[in-house]
């Protein structure tokens, strides 16, 4: 585990996926935590009760049209934090001090996990020229 995650409130690595078994990454995500939390995908809260799920399609769309790309996005989704890389990865980790069942979204007051909801969106320049 690095620093960020120990510094995020991140537990332990539950699953990490590759977005390109999905068609978007919002499937991904969904598909992802209802595998971890043994449920239908239908029984999950809509994510986009908790970010702009079509932004964040849009944001990793381009991906599958460039070569590389240092995107990055955290967010927490239930009782996890995911991390979204422009490389292609979705990573899972379960959030320490959230008890099983601790739904955190929109309406609940202000708890540590919903304090770290809006996390990072980082796009640097391509290292083409090294």
């Known amino acids: 585990m690095s620093d960020d995650d120990a510094d995020s409130g991140s537990s332990g690595l539950v699953s ?3 977005l390109d078994e ?3 990454v919002t499937e991904a995500v969904v598909t992802t935590i209802a595998t971890i939390e043994g449920v239908t995908t239908h029984e999950l809260p809509p994510l986009r009760t908790y970010l702009d799920a079509d932004a964040l399609d849009n944001l990793f769309a381009r991906r ?10 955290g967010f927490i989704y239930l009782d996890y934090e995911v ?3 422009g490389d292609g990865d979705l990573t899972v980790f379960e959030l320490d001090g959230v008890e099983r069942g601790g739904r955190v979204g929109p309406g609940v ?5 919903a304090s770290r909801i809006a996390d990072t969106v980082y796009d640097a320049p391509s290292d083409e020229n090294e």
């Open 16 to 18: 990490t996926v590759s």
């Open 22 to 24: 999905y068609g978007t």
């Open 64 to 73: 599958r049209q460039a070569t590389e790309s240092k995107v990055r996005i």
């Open 83 to 85: 991390v979204v890389t």
């Open 109 to 113: 007051e202000s708890t540590a996990a």
